[in-house]
T-cell receptor, first 115, second 113 residues
């Protein structure tokens, strides 16, 4: 079974600075998807960024980018120019490429933005 | 497109009572998922539908839990004889066949007293 580990329960960053959230995972599969989801306080979870394991190029979405290290099974999220609206729980998630499309989540990292 | 909706948003019930939650997915999405999220944890998969067919159930889904998706539209999740350990946020998500993105609803927070 796949597992996802987020070793940073909480992180904080000054507004306009850059922060990196860590995620490691364990799988025996060679093809899969990785995601970062954001869950703001009392609001629903939304997708931040997605990475296909077969793509070597790291995904980027505006201020959000990932560092995908397949051999190390590491998938970190970098948030540049942090904004107050980035404050949320961030969850790393894994999905197998074939078959069941369920997401396996990590325990999350609570990100606080310091004005 | 109004997004995924869930009803009720909050439910308080006494131990031993039955509860039912409803999820309305995005209209064109044929896939629907239920997850459970306890405090301080990430969501955990419960079950998954493609159209009206329930394709997988987690071992977390005990015999007291049942989910349906009649006609492949909305879905219901019923918990019978609730226990305090059932207290959690129950999340619903939906997706389309040609996308890996799951769209989440706001969740139903269940408190069992």
């Amino acid at each position: 079974a796949q597992t996802v580990t987020q070793s940073q329960p909480e992180m904080s960053v000054q507004e306009a600075e850059t922060v990196t959230l860590s995620c490691t995972y364990d799988t025996s599969e060679s093809d899969y998807y990785l995601f970062w989801y954001k869950q703001p306080p009392s609001r629903q979870m939304i997708l931040v960024i997605r990475q296909e394991a077969y793509k070597q190029q790291n995904a980027t979405e505006n201020r959000f980018s990932v560092n995908f290290q397949k051999a190390a099974k590491s998938f970190s999220l970098k948030i540049s120019d942090s904004q107050l609206g980035d404050a949320a729980m961030y969850f790393c998630a894994y999905r197998t490429f074939f078959g069941n499309e369920k997401l396996t989540f990590g325990t999350g990292t609570r990100l606080t933005i310091i004005p | 497109d109004t997004g995924v909706s869930q009803d009720p948003r909050h439910k308080i019930t006494k131990r031993g009572q039955n509860v039912t939650f409803r999820c309305d997915p995005i209209s064109e999405h044929n896939r629907l998922y239920w997850y459970r999220q306890t405090l301080g944890q990430g969501p955990e998969f419960l079950t998954y539908f493609q159209n009206e067919a329930q394709l997988e159930k987690s071992r977390l889904l005990s015999d007291r839990f049942s989910a349906e998706r009649p006609k492949g539209s909305f879905s219901t999740l019923e918990i019978q004889r609730t226990e305090q350990g059932d207290s959690a946020m129950y999340l619903c998500a939906s997706s389309s066949s040609d996308s890996t993105e799951q769209y989440f609803g706001p969740g139903t927070r269940l408190t069992v007293t």
